[in-house]
């Protein structure tokens, strides 16, 4: 399965691009690349998500490398209401069965 | 209101005791899924349904059991609660698997 590996934390000032970095090496073909976030102990919120294409939508931008080992989420002009912990997932169906596994994410504070 | 809701907010039980948390979304989204989450971790995936009377197991199965007799309702049951299910559990739904919407949570304290 693949797993992913973020910064366990970040500081980004308000008004500034937040860059959100996430490895995930042994990505495979068929699996995409989603994000999430978690306001306080609200249930997780939905990003974006994409499969090698860069994504754009009105919250966030998504950037994945060429050899889709890596991405990065983009939040253009952070707000304290960004303040959140921010998860990077990769997803697919293996023999069958789905997998949607969650790590422990980048807490992104931001700072006013 | 249209959403996705869990019942009850919170919740506090013997070991032993079987509990069952409620979960009803209105979209009428075909898919629905079940998380715990546990401090230090991420959500972890328990099990997650396609459609009606369609389920399968996440990542952490043991110790629980779901039903889906209706698109709009999945209800997690604990059979014999433990120590170690004490959690918050979120509920969530979506058309695929693209696109999760999360209710707000339930919080579950076994004694």
């Known amino acids: 399965d693949a797993k992913t590996t973020q910064p366990t934390s970040m500081d980004c000032a308000e008004g500034r691009a937040a860059n959100l970095p996430c490895n995930h090496s042994?990505?495979?073909?068929?699996?995409?690349v989603y994000w999430y976030r978690q306001i306080h102990s609200q249930g997780p919120q939905y990003i974006i998500h994409?499969?090698?294409n860069n994504e754009t939508n009105e919250m966030a931008s998504l950037i994945i490398t060429e050899d889709r080992k890596s991405s990065t989420l983009i939040l253009p002009h952070a707000t304290l209401r960004d303040t959140a912990v921010y998860y990077c997932?990769?997803?697919?169906?293996?023999?069958?069965?789905?997998?949607?596994?969650f790590g422990t994410g980048t807490r992104l504070k931001v700072l006013a | 209101d249209a959403g996705i809701t869990q019942s009850p907010r919170y919740k506090i039980t013997e070991t032993g005791r079987q509990v069952t948390l409620m979960c009803h979304q209105t979209?009428?989204?075909?898919?629905m899924f079940w998380y715990r989450q546990d401090l230090g971790h991420g959500l972890r995936l328990i099990y997650y349904?396609?459609?009606?009377?369609?389920?399968d197991k996440g990542e952490v199965p043991d110790g629980y059991v779901v039903s889906r007799s209706k698109t709009e309702n999945f209800p997690l049951t604990l059979e014999s609660a433990t120590r170690s299910q004490t959690s918050v559990y979120f509920c969530?739904?979506?058309?695929?698997?693209?696109?999760?919407?999360f209710g707000p949570g339930t919080r579950l304290t076994v004694t």
């Open positions: 997932i990769v997803s697919g169906t293996t023999s069958g069965t789905y997998k949607y596994i």
């Open positions: 994409g499969l090698k």
């Open positions: 979209w009428s989204h075909s898919y």
């Open positions: 349904s396609a459609a009606a009377d369609i389920t």
């Open positions: 042994t990505i495979s073909g068929n699996e995409y």
């Open positions: 969530a739904s979506g058309h695929g698997t693209y696109e999760q919407y």
